[in-house]
């Protein structure tokens, strides 16, 4: 799949469909999902959790900048 729009879509509908309702909240398949995309294109990717029994996480991505 060459189309970077049909690739995007094709993405977002795979990604809606983890369950993320809340309670219970779990969001550590979507982000692990998004993690994975991340580092398929190279970049830093880290997931923090706060309280990993209440499966809320926060992830982290940095791209280097040119510096200017």
Do not use: C, H
């Not at 309702?21 to 692990?32: C, L, R, Y």
């Amino acid at each position: 799949m060459n189309n970077p729009n049909q690739e995007a879509l094709k993405l977002l509908k795979e990604y809606i469909t983890i369950n993320t309702i809340n309670p219970p909240g779990d969001v550590t398949p979507a982000a692990n999902f998004l993690k994975d995309i991340i580092e398929k294109e190279n970049i830093p990717v880290e997931l923090y959790w706060s309280d990993k029994s209440t499966g809320r996480v926060n992830l982290l991505a940095r791209l280097k900048g040119s510096g200017t």
